[in-house]
């Protein structure tokens, strides 16, 4: 096994990060465009750990992301951790450039002068080959929400069974292409950020109309009144940083069901559903980076997180498809 397993299920003697995380959060009203909506959650006084973000870090020219090698592979890449501070990476976040557009598997904190091999997922399964600089970029999208979902759950299965942090390829490439086929854009190297690209002036619309509420850490999404998941930062200020790259991952699945039966909203199942969260007997594993990297899937969730120093950097909660909530 690649990572060492920390701990197996909550140790009740330390205290639990999600309940922890969620202790203090506050429900705000509900807010809509179109077929999304949103829950934002809010939090006072919140610290933060202090880091970079990727796309800071590329600016400054504090971090370079190459492949791992001139033949390169897949499902890795290497990072280069230039600056004084620790480096975040986001669950999702694409890179663009090299030999083929990747996606991040999870989120990582690189250490501060420090170089890591990180997993990723192909999000452009037609190129294999450098075009222009051998350094990937940054990009204004993640990886959209439901890809995120059953590439997470696939995670966290291999995890539980004692395997690695690599998804399903064949698996990333399918949902793209069906993505890709029910939003009706071509691209010739098959690309997500193509489609993306195909429907920025639309995504831009629900950035616009669904901008963030002060102390807001976090949100809870539902489509067509469907509770889809929550993604949660341990500052306002981190999550403001991603706030549009992850509301266009939600709308983007939104415009694909613009014209699905809505559902009447019901209070009472997200609270249930964060009841559940709050609950849930996770598994701990040692991370990639700092860290423990937190896991659970089950027939009604499916949750990843990293955890520093008993607080959760970042966490992220989908609801899988039952009768429930």
């Given amino acids: 096994m690649l990572f060492q397993k920390k701990q197996t299920k909550n140790d009740k003697s330390n205290l639990n990060p999600v309940k922890g995380m969620l202790n203090g959060i506050r429900l705000n009203d509900l807010i809509n465009e179109k077929n999304l909506s949103i829950m934002p959650l809010t939090k006072d006084k919140t610290k933060g750990f202090k880091c970079l973000t990727l796309d800071k870090a590329f600016a400054d020219n504090l971090a370079s992301i190459r492949e791992v090698s001139d033949s390169g592979s897949v499902s890795e890449l290497k990072i280069q951790n230039k600056g004084r501070k620790p480096l975040f990476l986001?669950?999702?976040?694409?890179?663009?450039?090299a030999l083929?557009?990747?996606?991040?598997?999870l989120s990582i904190m690189v250490p501060a002068k420090s170089s890591l091999v990180i997993p990723v997922s192909c999000v452009e399964e037609g190129r294999w080959g450098f075009r222009g600089s051998d350094r990937f970029v940054s990009s204004n999208h993640i990886y959209f929400s439901e890809g995120r979902r059953r590439r997470t759950r696939k995670i966290n299965y291999s995890l539980a069974a004692g395997g690695e942090r690599f998804s399903d390829q064949g698996e990333?490439?399918?949902?793209?292409?069906?993505?890709?086929?029910?939003?009706?854009t071509r691209s010739r190297t098959r690309s997500m950020d193509d489609m993306y690209e195909n429907w920025e002036h639309q995504l831009e619309h629900f950035v616009d109309n669904l901008r963030p509420i002060k102390n807001q850490v976090g949100s809870i999404f539902l489509i067509n009144g469907e509770l889809k998941g929550l993604e949660i930062f341990d500052s306002a200020s981190l999550f403001n940083h991603f706030y549009n790259k992850i509301i266009k991952s939600y709308a983007i699945d939104a415009l694909e069901k613009m014209h699905a039966r809505q559902r009447q909203i019901q209070l009472s199942n997200i609270s249930s559903f964060l009841n559940d969260v709050k609950e849930s007997d996770f598994n701990a594993y040692k991370a990639i980076g700092l860290g423990s990297d937190i896991r659970l899937s089950s027939t009604s969730l499916n949750l990843a997180g990293l955890e520093i120093e008993n607080n959760m950097i970042h966490f992220l909660a989908f609801r899988e498809r039952t009768n429930n909530y």
Avoid: S
């Avoid at 986001?90 to 450039?97: A, C, F, H, P």
């Avoid at 990333?172 to 086929?181: F, G, L, S, Y």
């Fill in 90 to 97: 986001l669950d999702g976040e694409q890179l663009l450039g």
């Fill in 100 to 105: 083929q557009n990747r996606t991040l598997n």
């Fill in 172 to 184: 990333v490439w399918d949902d793209i292409d069906k993505k890709a086929e029910a939003m009706r």
